[in-house]
């Protein structure tokens, strides 16, 4: 019997139409705002080493499959809830529902967006986010032990090239013009040499292909050993090559958080030396916890956002907004908890996971069976005396300190 080719319905596209903008719109301004906080931070690192711009863009290259594992989750959870609210407000969903379409044929496109997005999620997590980590810290590395352009820091003693020690007081043009600076070594009979200038420039020498300090405007000033015998000769320009001391290679991938899954099970069966199996074991759970949870999101945003007009949807988006990002702390403090083998990791990751994977199917459970019924109405009614109190509260309190 031939197959059947799979085409969507038009009440399926409607649906994932009304989806895919929260999402796309969620990812974007998500992944925007991470990245524009670690590239704030990122530029005042550089600020003070005088570092190139491309190594700051392959930095943030490397962070994004990270923020992606993380933003993928939140967006497709504010997405279907967005969707929902708005359809609900505009009663939409009560139509559809009237004219006997269930809500878990609503959700049929969104479940299978869900295992899509898990799928996407455990290649994120369990291989492109290790290799990324580990290229973001050797990058880290570059920065902080290696080139010129990378190890100086403005007002810091530095140690790198030679028997040289530099402290440089200001940098600017990506590392090569500088001020104030001061440099102190020893010759090779043992005598101290001491150089200041008031400005620099790092050039190369064409000949050794080695690079140059030009000092401008400066005093050398020569010493004995014990103090003694110094002279000082003020220059106008001096070429002072640099031997720069290569750093040792940064590290291979020795991390758990580096591995990737298949590493991960082959480490811990072998029980791979600087990594506990504790660790291990906690690192697979958590990555497999985390891929998992994307296919119960929908199961819990529909429910949240089944809301009346007279329902604010601020509310229910803050509230549904907080209470993942509950969960996944709840996930980062069980992984720490099994990483120091205070929890078993099925007590510490499986057993919030099925907890919320539980409670995500049994409030939509309720909400496809009790039509009309919102299975979040008592807690989001709570919360909104809660808030009504507090408000009266203040105004109550700003009305008497308001002077006659």
Not at 108 to 126: F, H, K
Not at 137 to 143: G, I, N, Q, S, T
Request: proline residues 5%; contains cysteine; hydrophobic residues 50%.
């Amino acid at each position: 019997m031939p197959a059947i080719p799979f085409r969507l319905q038009l009440i399926d596209r409607y649906m994932l139409k009304r989806v895919c903008w929260p999402l796309a719109g969620a990812i974007i301004i998500g992944m925007a705002a991470l990245l524009l906080e670690r590239l704030i931070r990122l530029l005042d690192l550089f600020a003070n080493r005088g570092g190139p711009l491309t190594l700051i863009l392959k930095m943030l290259g490397n962070l994004v499959p990270h923020y992606l594992a993380i933003a993928i989750p939140a967006a497709f959870f504010v997405g279907i809830l967005f969707a929902t609210l708005r359809m609900s407000n505009d009663s939409e969903l009560d139509v559809m529902r009237a004219s006997g379409v269930s809500l878990r044929r609503l959700a049929t496109p969104m479940l299978a967006m869900a295992v899509v997005l898990t799928v996407a999620s455990a290649l994120i997590l369990g291989f492109l986010q290790p290799y990324t980590r580990y290229a973001y810290r050797a990058l880290v590395y570059l920065v902080t032990e290696t080139s010129w352009h990378s190890a100086i820091e403005r007002g810091a003693f530095f140690n790198g090239f030679g028997g040289k020690t530099i402290l440089i007081g200001d940098i600017a043009d990506g590392g090569r013009s500088l001020s104030r600076i001061f440099i102190q070594e020893t010759d090779e009979s043992g005598n101290n040499i001491a150089l200041s200038a008031q400005t620099g420039e790092l050039a190369n020498d064409p000949r050794t292909h080695s690079l140059l300090l030009i000092l401008r405007d400066g005093i050398r000033v020569d010493s004995k050993p014990d103090g003694t015998g110094g002279k000082a000769i003020r220059f106008a320009e001096n070429a002072l090559p640099l031997e720069i001391i290569a750093p040792d290679p940064f590290r291979d991938r020795n991390s758990e958080s580096e591995l990737n899954f298949f590493e991960l099970f082959k480490a811990y069966r072998e029980g791979w030396p600087g990594i506990g199996r504790d660790d291990l074991l906690a690192e697979i759970n958590y990555r497999l916890v985390r891929a998992l949870s994307v296919l119960f999101l929908p199961l819990l945003a529909i429910p949240i956002g089944l809301s009346s007009r007279r329902s604010p949807a601020s509310i229910r988006i803050v509230a549904g907004i907080a209470m993942l990002i509950l969960y996944y702390q709840v996930l980062q403090f069980g992984k720490q908890m099994a990483e120091n083998g205070r929890m078993s990791s099925a007590l510490a990751l499986w057993l919030p996971f099925l907890l919320f994977a539980a409670g995500s199917t049994y409030a939509f459970h309720l909400a496809n069976t009790r039509i009309g019924q919102d299975p979040f109405s008592a807690f989001f009614r709570l919360i909104d005396d809660g808030w009504t109190w507090l408000r009266m509260r203040w105004d109550g309190l700003v009305a008497r300190r308001r002077p006659a």
